[in-house]
């Protein structure tokens, strides 16, 4: 079985530090946070900026100064959101990419997200796909329903998709795939064969999920953007204690943790098509 | 296995006279076509209306019109569309409710709908639950991807939704879950037990999806709203064509159709909860 | 969609003419049988042989003069039993290969067969195949559960299969799988992608089993073997009323039925491997 | 989810000391190593006797010896074996309920197992059970196949089976359902709602099965009976080694080990029914 690519989420764009006081909101925290992930296993940290009051940003200045600030501490991969929140317009969400960085999400389908709408068009779907192909950034294809996976499908058929595809199930968000084990059976019997494919499991779901994508030979995303618990009523003391836990449990089950050439390598980032 | 429930669902929001010259647009043509279709096997029509230049309308006049007709003719359950088109605001989706109508759909989720968006937040789902509650309308609870299923359990728990539950799959939109085998195996395995399902199979889905539930103790509908031909490349010649086939399957099959008031009985349409 | 293979499974080893009184017993009636069937619309004939006395024989020469006299009438292709019954030895149950017949079954596994046991153990398994391929025979693979593909797949890997590799799934065996839709899809989900299928419901699966195999693409076998009825509480008049129900419904669904030399194409039989 | 049950399998009747030097053989070593993993978190000890060459034996003297040392170290469940070896008669494998266990195995159907048959009729499995029911043995129905689940659903339908009812699938044996844990799901979904379950992982699968079933509310067995290393090519020190992981991972997931009087309310031993 390959090895194991941890992903760490670190902020999203919806949890507060009322919630969660170890919440990185300053790019010094974010970069600082996404180090000591890298430390505890990471290979990928997921990035959303924030604003100086805390609020969700897509501002391609503080995602460059983010990108900077990581890249000064450690190799690990970098990768923007282009989900930003549910508030920020198309336009804003792929500020990132203009920083040509080497991975970003791409949200390939519409759902319910509680009370509001995570919209994601066909028409901007195929936009953001093209403009990475352009900018040579490797997509992580973000699926909550199963529908979206047809939506890539599609992609690859236009071209527009490199080998491997790499897809991030995002499961258990209220409104959208919910995280049991059948229901993740049922996403991965659904993509090419020779795919990779992470899972971020939302609140409860996020160590379940995580520990069943181990042992399936999947990767793994954590993180205070999907999950602010250590356990049932206890808060994680940082993104970083998530990761490590993965990494330990990866390890205990006999599968090695990768590091950032070793994620690039079996992403294929960087590499021929 | 209790007798087969068929529903024809006519018009649709989508479909033209230049593609189906046999669409009923006018209320006489759909209330003639729902005439037909009972004849043909159906319990249960599902009704969208047009203007007078064919254009959707959610108008509750036009309604009413329809509905008058209809009951004119037979005693098929009529069940008016409060999912309308992409285009119309909660609003006007909600009109027809005023008819109080026997039944009516219930969309349970967002959904990219080719390039367009189905919009259907928490909150609208909600009430419209609410008001079909208060008018004791039957919903037909449409679900287009898992977690819309979620969605509905959510207004059970409220208390919004009488027994049985009843859901209608709509597979093959393009941008949601489609319509093999093992998508509909999976939405059946995760509603509550003693509920009951039809499946709306979009395009070439509708055939093999209407006999796969004709097996599974599902229900069926079919009509031009969903697909417009009799089989590859020959369009039908009218719903009433698409329903008798489905009729004719089903006893083949050894199950019985069932006649309006028998659907009522499954359905629990006016009964006690 | 290729071409439906439909076989019909005359006579097996344990229905009885007191159960059903159009079983053919006698080589005589065997041969008319098939050829009834093959004008129904069936091209594989799926053949055990009986003694006088209606008692299951594996007897070369009642295998041979029930080849011959089905080749005088018609170009169906000639499938004996190696199955035979639970009380036949394994080198009773291996004497029709002598006659180098176009196919054979073999039976992958062992399994409670109700108050019996049907014994197939990896030695006999094993010593099948080498035959079949040593006389160039095109296995039709019998799977009465999910170990058994397993089985064969080990014969695959000591390069005894040609392809496609052809399985028979066998369900409703009492102590064995069930034939319930969910169960034919967890097979089908296990074998590799090239290969054909065929299914085998027995009693009250068989019809079922049957449809949903001609939407998936599998092929379909029936016969007094399987099931005796026609519908519930009414037998089947012949074998053939059976096939032809089969080919009439595969028509409706818009599959076409396969001829006797369009089958062998399917199955590559006599082709290169 | 309720706390999780470990059952040590300590022996069975295939390993040898030369595969393994830790496997207890002695009646003194058998007892020796249920308490070591009794320490370790096992609340079951399952056994497999063997005789002074160390063959494997049913011998009710035997068994008694082992149960006797075992009462005297600490309270575990004893559950003795009744399916012996592949070469036992069932007048043999059925000795060890004369000393009315609190629990025993009953293997619910015929497999094969390697070279081996694994051979349980109707007639022996029916037997069995009415011999537990009337000696108020908890059964630990052994599932090899989907079959297997039918047959003691038939028990239950006869009403030899107390509540809940408990299984145990044994995954991976050469022959039998492998352990991919789409096989496990698809075992778990045809099990009544409120069952009890166990997973025997078989050599490679007994760790992510075991895992897979701590995150899915099952329970789990471990030992050189199923497995003989700790990790790839690296041989356990003791079954004890082998418990005490499952015990650590479980209790990092979240879930707490059952201790045996935890264990008998969990599967209702000496309870009412
Ligand atoms: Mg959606
Ligand atoms: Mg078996
Ligand atoms: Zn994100
Ligand atoms: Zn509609
Ligand atoms: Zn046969
Ligand atoms: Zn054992």
Known sequence: ?????????????????????ALPISPEEIAQ????????GASIVHVHARDQKGNPTQSLDVYKEIKEKIENRCNIIFQ???????????????????????????SAGTTNFGKDIFLNTEEYIEKFALEMKRRKIKPEIEIFERGHINNALKLEKMGLLGRPIHFDFVMGVPGA?????????????????????TV???????????VHAILM????????????????GELAKSNAQLVERIAKISLELGREVARPEEARKILNIGGEE
Not at 33 to 40: E, G, K, M
């Open 200 to 210: 971020a499991g939302i609140g409860k779901y996020e160590l379940s999920l995580a």
């Open 217 to 232: 030979g999947g990767h793994v995303r954590v993180g205070f953007e999907d999950n602010i618990y250590f356990k049932k």
């Open 177 to 197: 795939i919910p995280g049991e084990i059948d229901d993740l059976l049922y996403l991965v019997s659904h993509i090419p064969q020779k795919s990779t494919w």
């Open 33 to 40: 946070a996404a180090y000591d992930c890298y430390l505890a």
């Open 1 to 21: 079985m390959e090895k194991l690519i941890i992903t760490a989420a670190l902020t999203g764009a919806e949890v507060t530090k009322e919630q969660q006081p």
């Open 80 to 106: 923007p959101s282009t989900g930003g929140s549910v508030y920020h317009t198309f336009e804003e969400r792929r500020q990132p990419l203009e920083l040509n960085p080497e991975m970003a999400t791409l």
